[in-house]
């Protein structure tokens, strides 16, 4: 079993910039990706960032190119989602997810085993 726990969310002014984190604990290994999802009011959830733990390779949806960044810290079995530029539309429930998987691309179409509890994100106009 993997657990995954999520801080980071809140408030902010559409521009702003928030820092989610992950902590992951459990059966991990090297083998898994780990990425962000996320799920607005009467939307599917859906497919935000990931990061192979082997080997640093990110991939990001588009709709958060340029503005979300996914990073890692080892040492503390953590993973990160930088958001710039925030607006509006990026109001939605984030959720981390974890996954053994070969490629960071592929969380984006896989099914995911292992879950957060997730961390609501508001971005105010």
């Known amino acids: 079993q993997v657990q995954l726990v999520e801080s980071g969310g809140g408030l902010v002014q559409a521009g702003g910039s928030l820092r989610l984190s992950c902590v992951a604990s459990?059966?991990?290994?090297?083998?898994?990706?780990m990425g962000w999802f996320r799920q607005a009011p009467g939307k599917e959830r859906e497919f935000v960032a990931a990061l192979a733990w082997s080997g640093g390779n990110t991939y990001c949806a588009d709709s958060v190119k340029g503005r979300f960044t996914i990073s890692r810290e080892d040492a503390k079995n953590t993973v990160y989602l930088q958001m710039n530029s925030l607006k509006p539309e990026d109001t939605a429930i984030y959720y981390c997810?974890?996954?053994?998987?070969?490629?960071?691309?592929?969380?984006?179409?896989?099914?995911?085993?292992?879950w957060g509890q997730g961390t609501q994100v508001t971005v105010s106009s």
């Open positions: 459990g059966r991990t290994s090297i083998s898994y990706v």
């Open positions: 997810a974890a996954h053994p998987l070969a490629t960071a691309q592929a969380m984006a179409v896989q099914p995911i085993r292992y």
